[in-house]
Nanobody, 127 residues
Framework: QVQLVESGGGLVQAGGSLRLSCAAS????????MGWFRQAPGKEREFVAA????????YYADSVKGRFTISRDNAKNTVYLQMNSLKPEDTAVYYC????????????????????WGQGTQVTVSS
């Protein structure tokens, strides 16, 4: 059973940076997709970024392109989300997710592609 644990959230001023971490255990295979989603109060959970665990191909939501970077450390079984130039509208609970099906990348931004989810970490950006 795959388990995902996020960390690194917090309170930051607009324009600042944070790095989120997602530690994976229980067996992440090379063809897995790893994604970050976020959910603001009263809104649906939305796609932020994703990557293929082995090849490093990345996908981003338009709202975060050029500001956020997803990466991984295979040795640590950890996926990161580096968030720069943060805006108040980035405030949300951020979730890490893992997709085990081989065709997840065909619709990497869809929540339905992901089989495992972490508990979430709060990111608050003050203006």
């Amino acid at each position: 059973q795959v388990q995902l644990v996020e960390s690194g959230g917090g309170l930051v001023q607009a324009g600042g940076s944070l790095r989120l971490s997602c530690a994976a255990s229980g067996g992440i295979f090379s063809n897995y997709g790893m994604g970050w989603f976020r959910q603001a109060p009263g809104k649906e959970r939305e796609f932020v970024a994703a990557m293929k665990w082995s090849y490093g191909t990345t996908y981003y939501a338009d709202s975060v392109k050029g500001r956020f970077t997803i990466s991984r450390d295979n040795a640590k079984n950890t996926v990161y989300l580096q968030m720069n130039s943060l805006k108040p509208e980035d405030t949300a609970v951020y979730y890490c997710a893992a997709a085990g099906r081989s065709t997840w990348w065909l619709n990497a931004s869809s929540r339905n592609q992901y089989d495992y989810w972490g508990q979430g970490t709060q990111v608050t950006v003050s203006s």
